[in-house]
């Protein structure tokens, strides 16, 4: 559960830390236009992802765990790079950099 504060800059520049971050996703509500409390971080490689995984799982935003997972199989598009699943993000975060 991402504290309110807490904006797709902030956990770009944090992940940023743990490895080459190739994209950032938030998907958002299609009638509030808010985020849906999660996003999908992209890495270049897998043992990027991985290392991200390991340092930034549970690290704390504004007093607030984040809890850092694999995205799951089938939202793979390819091969390349790794995805992680961010959940927990308040409503205000949106992917514009």
């Known amino acids: 559960n991402l504290d309110d504060q807490v904006e797709e800059e902030l956990l770009w ?7 080459p971050v190739v994209s950032l996703h938030l ?16 890495f270049r490689s897998e ?11 549970m690290v704390k935003l504004f007093g607030k ?3 850092v997972n694999n995205a799951s199989q089938d939202r793979r598009q390819l091969e390349v790079g790794a995805n992680l699943f961010i959940g927990g993000l308040a409503e205000e975060v949106d992917e514009k950099l």
Not at 13 to 19: D, N, T
């Open 13 to 19: 520049e944090l992940f940023l830390q743990a490895g």
């Open 27 to 42: 998907p958002k509500d299609k009638v509030s236009s808010m985020n849906q409390g999660f996003c999908f971080v992209e």
């Open 47 to 57: 043992e990027d992802a991985e290392y991200a995984k390991l340092v930034m799982n």
């Open 65 to 67: 765990p984040i809890k």
